[in-house]
Nanobody, 128 residues
C-alpha cells in the first residue's frame, strides 16, 4: 500500500525553524519526485519545493527561496523540508506528494495535478 506520512509540524514563533519529514512506504522514491505543497485557509494549494529522487534536481517557490531547504535520505525513503526564518504568512497545512520523476519539470513541479500520491498533511502555525 502506497503511503506518504508527514510529520514535524507545530507552532513556532516568527523567525523560528521547523523540519518537516515525509516518509514513504509501499514504494521506493528512486524514480519519483517529492513535492511539498501548502494550503492556507481560503487559499489555493501552492507548491513550495520539490526534489527529484532520480537525479537530485530541486525547485522552490520564490517566496521560500533562501529560507526553506529540501533534502532526501534515500536509506530512510524520506524527504525533508527544513524551514528557517518562518513568517506568519507561512502558516498553512503542509502536504508532501509523489510524482513520477519525469513530471517534475521546471514548469510542472508546482502543479498539484502532476502528483499521484498525497500525504494527509501537517499543520504549521507561525505566531507570537
Amino acid at each position: 500500500q502506497v503511503q506518504l506520512v508527514e510529520s514535524g509540524g507545530g507552532l513556532v514563533q516568527p523567525g523560528g525553524s521547523l523540519r518537516l519529514s515525509c516518509a514513504a512506504s509501499g514504494f521506493t522514491l528512486d524514480y519519483y519526485a517529492i513535492g511539498w505543497f501548502r494550503q492556507a485557509p481560503g487559499k489555493e494549494r501552492e507548491g513550495v519545493s520539490c526534489i527529484s529522487n532520480s537525479d537530485g534536481r530541486m525547485y522552490s517557490a520564490t517566496s521560500v527561496r533562501g529560507r526553506f531547504t529540501i533534502s532526501r535520505d534515500k536509506s530512510k525513503n524520506t524527504v525533508y523540508l527544513q524551514m528557517r526564518g518562518l513568517k506568519p504568512e507561512d502558516t498553512a497545512v503542509y502536504f508532501c506528494a509523489a510524482a513520477p520523476a519525469h513530471r517534475a519539470t521546471m514548469t510542472g513541479w508546482a502543479s498539484a495535478d502532476e502528483y499521484d500520491y498525497w500525504g494527509q498533511g501537517t499543520q504549521v502555525t507561525v505566531s507570537s
